[in-house]
Each structure stands twice: as C-alpha cells, then as structure tokens.
C-alpha cells in the first residue's frame, strides 16, 4: 500500500473516531495526515489541483445539509464530514505549498 491509499483510509478512520472519543488532538493529528499526504504525493495537474480546493470549500457546506436534513443520524454525519474536512485542508495547504514552491522555484 502507498500513501495515496493508507492517508485516506487513516482520515476516515481517525474522523469517525473523532465523533465518538472526545480528544483535543483530533484536529492536528488530521491536518498532519492531509499535509503528510499531500507533501509526500504531490499534485501537478491544475484540474486536480482546483477540485481539491473545491473539496475543502464543498465538503463543509455538505457536512451542514447532511446534519440538518437527516435528524436522527444527522449529527453523526455532519460530525464525521467536518472532521475529514480537516484532513482535506491539510491536503489543500500541501498543494497551494507545492503549487507556490513550483512558482519560484520555476
């Protein structure tokens, strides 16, 4: 397995962790995942690179609507989605990272 499968895998995991075990270190330990994923697998492609800054807008505003249309297991939705957001914006910073570094760098 290389890290395109285990960092995603991991983000689900820790984020559905995070809904139910209280822990004040859910949140670095994801954008770590999302930096860590995104540094060690660089993206290139500009399309790519405009759906994950997408994702990291989008996936929010989902997590809002699945919370409020769904009410017995809404919370629990909206909970797990905020926090993979987490892991996604690590991700994104990975990318503007990469993207300005390729700027200078030339």
Same mark, same amino acid.
């Given at each position: @397995? =290389?890290?395109? $499968?285990?960092? *995603?895998?991991? /983000?689900?995991?820790?984020?559905?962790? +995070? %809904?139910?075990?209280?822990?004040?270190?859910?949140?670095?330990? !994801?954008? !770590?995942?999302?930096? %860590?994923?995104?540094? @060690?697998?660089?993206?290139?492609?500009? +399309?790519? &690179?405009?759906?994950?800054?997408?994702? +990291?807008?989008? %996936? *929010?505003? @989902? +997590?809002?609507?699945?919370?409020?249309? #769904? *009410? /017995?297991?809404?919370?629990?939705? &909206?909970?797990?989605?905020? =926090?993979?957001?987490? /892991? #996604?914006?690590?991700?994104? #910073? /990975?990318?503007?990272?990469?993207? #300005? $570094?390729?700027?200078?760098?030339?």
């Amino acid at each position: @397995m =290389n890290i395109d $499968k285990i960092a *995603p895998i991991a /983000a689900v995991a820790l984020s559905l962790i +995070a %809904v139910f075990v209280p822990f004040e270190y859910w949140g670095l330990l !994801l954008i !770590l995942i999302g930096l %860590v994923h995104g540094l @060690m697998s660089p993206v290139d492609d500009r +399309a790519t &690179q405009a759906m994950v800054y997408g994702a +990291a807008i989008a %996936v *929010p505003l @989902m +997590a809002g609507t699945f919370g409020d249309a #769904i *009410p /017995a297991i809404g919370g629990i939705g &909206q909970d797990l989605l905020v =926090n993979f957001t987490v /892991a #996604i914006h690590g991700y994104a #910073i /990975a990318t503007l990272i990469g993207d #300005i $570094k390729t700027r200078i760098m030339g």
